[in-house]
């Protein structure tokens, strides 16, 4: 059993930076692939982009790619993600997510879930 808890999220400017925290309880974390989610109001949840067990090999979804980056600290069992130059459109609600299998993530599945929490570009 694994526990995750999203941080960092919060109200940015355009142009601005962010960066959030998934810390995980529980089990040892490096046996987990890990995933980052969004989801804004009325639209389905979508993936941001995902990093390996041992975080040599990292996913980005082309609306990221260039933006935003994925790491990991399996000593701390925390896996980060640093938003950069955001955007109006990534308002959303992010969600960390583990796994066993990095394939059930990029499905948008995933055995364990944090709660979310909010991130808000203004324009």
């Known amino acids: 059993q694994v526990q995750l808890v999203e941080s960092g999220g919060g109200l940015v400017q355009a142009g601005g930076s962010l960066g959030l925290s998934c810390a995980a309880s529980g089990r040892s974390f490096n046996i987990y692939a890990v995933g980052w989610f969004r989801q804004a109001p009325g639209k389905e949840r979508q993936i941001v982009g995902t990093?390996?067990?041992?975080?040599?090999?990292?996913y980005y979804a082309d609306s990221v790619k260039g933006r935003f980056t994925i790491s990991r600290d399996n000593a701390k069992n925390t896996v980060s993600l640093q938003m950069n130059s955001l955007k109006p459109e990534d308002t959303a609600v992010y969600y960390c997510a583990a796994d066993f299998d990095g394939l059930v993530l990029h499905r948008g599945l995933g055995r364990y879930w944090g709660q979310g929490t909010q991130v808000t570009v203004s324009s």
């Open positions: 990093i390996s067990k041992s975080g040599s090999s990292t």
